[in-house]
């Protein structure tokens, strides 16, 4: 399991940026990604990279909608988001991902719909509508948590940073996002969540939508995640740190736009 993460990031990445990444109608936006960073083996002579005041000055922004091709039921649409420190091509350049496994899943999460009081979205645990508070606590919005086995699972690649390092950190417990838009996912909180529309099987997060979300990621070097679930022996970590937790150092606002005829749908 050892670097497929890494190279599935890569084949991802390399895909998205064919797809769209230099489109014209795509990258503008707002947000901030601050908080902490370490890279070993970073610069051009093998020297470690450390911050508490890392800043990814994101400049660019994108979603990607990749739709399932199955005929009826509950669709696994998915959609990765990107925050780039520029819109360069994501190889020489600083790329936080957060990776929407299931948008129908989320979605659900979001809108907070009921059945006679029976929560009608996923209880396992990562759909938590307690703002992390726990106990009986409602809150105004649901936080999601963030995991490589979770519906949204996040990464960096720190490629003009550390160019040379070749190291993908991914967010691991700790981490969550809190979207305040996610396309047309929530329905008003003032609305009684018994009388609040189910969720589409088909939903997707539709070109002209708008993705706002705060966030907090807490990374992990990917091959020690790999090698925690395959219980090998642990390596030393060649990148971690955490980035977001408040509105200030951790968000993303923008509104999803289609890029270039070549995207994975038309």
């Known amino acids: 399991m050892r670097d497929v993460r890494y190279r599935a990031t890569l084949i991802a990445a390399l895909a998205i940026a064919v797809g769209g990444g230099s489109a014209c109608t795509v990258g503008s936006g707002s947000g901030a990604a601050r908080g902490n960073l370490f890279v070993k083996g970073c610069g051009t002579k ?13 400049r660019f922004f994108a979603g990607e909608p990749i739709e399932d091709i199955a005929l009826g039921g509950i669709l696994t649409n998915r959609l990765v988001i990107r925050m780039q420190r520029n819109g360069n091509r994501i190889e020489v350049t600083d790329t936080l991902y957060f990776d929407v496994h299931s948008a129908y899943e ?4 979001l809108r907070g719909r009921t059945i006679i009081g029976v929560p009608d979205w996923d209880t396992s645990g990562w759909c938590d509508w307690t703002g992390g508070a726990g106990g009986n606590v409602q809150a105004e919005r649901p936080r999601i948590q963030i995991g490589p086995k979770l519906p949204v699972s ?3 690649a720190p490629l003009y940073t550390c160019n040379r390092a070749r190291v993908v950190g991914v ?3 700790g981490s969550w996002i809190d979207f305040q838009d996610f396309g047309k996912a929530e329905q008003s909180q003032f609305t009684n969540p018994d009388d609040r529309k189910p969720v589409p099987g088909n ?3 539709d070109f002209g939508d708008r993705l706002q979300a705060t966030f907090n990621v807490v990374l992990e070097d990917e091959h020690r995640v790999d090698a925690m679930e395959e219980m090998d022996p642990i390596p030393n970590a060649n990148i971690g740190g955490m980035l977001g937790g408040t509105p200030e150092t951790g968000r993303f606002d923008f509104d999803l736009e289609r890029g270039r005829a070549a ?3 038309p």
């Open 154 to 156: 996040s990464s960096i």
């Open 171 to 173: 967010g691991v417990a």
């Open 263 to 265: 995207q994975p749908f």
């Open 46 to 58: 093998g020297e470690d990279f450390a911050s508490n005041n890392f800043d990814l000055s994101p």
């Open 203 to 205: 939903f997707k997060v």
């Open 106 to 109: 989320v979605a659900r999460c």
